[in-house]
């Protein structure tokens, strides 16, 4: 493929990849602790559950999975025991975007000391219910809320090369800095471009790849890593978007995303399910 870098001007052309690449700052590592990965979804009288913010999994045929944990206020006996409780329960849900049905591919019961008392593993055959009543719509609404999904702001943008913006670039690059993107099932808006009706997948690349793909390498972008696990978003829609983007997936709120010859610099400013 072409290098989408052979000088600083960006090209005027709309590019086939855009990619996107979830990064932290350097030499920082995930940070946050087992309760910080948490987020709370609803609170009953006698539970409360919450969401692995880290979980969601886009996955084939636009399905989504996220992990959620229920914690009892009071223990509860283990199906098919008379002397073991539990007071936890993580439950690993798959979601069926277009069907709009859900099923539990995974459960595992703690007890009070965070001892596995039960895990079980469904069949891959196990049956689809469909996304009716609170509790499903909430833990659906959850998790098609994690990131990458969201609203992100362009706060700048830099070269492939690591040169960082200039007042000599063209104004309709520079003019991007301020504007916003929202990533959600439906839709993806990039300021008046979208594209309606998306379809997500995961995969792996290559340093190699990611090089022939877009003429820079990971390592340019702060990724040590020579593979990274990647999301293809692909637009079918007739649109000016798009046809298909690349993301790669850090931990952090900030985002880096080829468009027009440079990567801009993302921020996610606002996520819906948080207060």
């Known amino acids: 493929m072409m ?50 913010r880290l979980s969601l999994v886009l ?6 999975t996220a992990r959620f944990r229920t914690a ?11 002397n073991t409780g539990y007071r936890i329960r993580l439950d690993t849900i798959q979601f069926s975007i277009e069907d709009r049905k859900y099923r539990i ?26 996304i009716w009543g609170r509790t499903a719509r909430r833990l659906f609404n959850a998790a098609r809320q994690l990131q990458p999904f969201g609203t992100w702001s362009v706060v700048s943008y830099l070269y492939a090369s690591g040169d960082s913006a200039s007042e000599h670039d063209p104004p309709e690059i520079r003019s991007l800095v301020g504007s ?25 690349i290559t340093g190699e790849e990611f090089f022939r793909r877009v003429g820079g390498s990971l390592k340019s972008l702060g990724l040590l890593s020579e593979k990274a696990d990647v999301i293809l978003l692909t637009c079918k829609a007739k649109i000016n978007f798009p046809a298909k983007t690349i993301i790669l997936r850090l931990t952090g709120s900030k985002a880096l995303m080829l468009w027009d010859g440079v990567f801009l610099e993302l921020e996610r400013t606002r996520n819906p399910f948080l207060p």
Not at 12 to 37: K, P, T
Not at 72 to 82: K, Q, T
């Open 180 to 204: 916003q993107i929202e990533f959600a099932l439906d839709r993806v808006v990039m300021g008046k471009e979208a594209c309606p009706a998306p379809a997500f997948d995961t995969d792996s």
């Open 105 to 130: 591919s995974e459960s595992i019961l703690l007890d009070a000391s965070q001892k596995v008392v039960l895990s079980r593993l469904s069949s891959s055959n196990a049956a689809w219910k469909p």
């Open 3 to 52: 290098n989408l870098f052979v000088n600083r001007s960006p090209s005027r052309r709309r590019l086939e990849f855009a990619i996107l690449v979830f990064v932290v700052s350097a030499g920082a590592g995930i940070a946050q602790s087992n309760d910080d990965r948490w987020l709370r979804v609803f609170t009953d009288e006698d539970s409360t559950v919450d969401v692995d």
């Open 59 to 64: 996955g084939h045929d636009q399905v989504i």
């Open 72 to 82: 009892l206020a009071n223990p509860e006996l283990v199906p098919g025991e008379s």
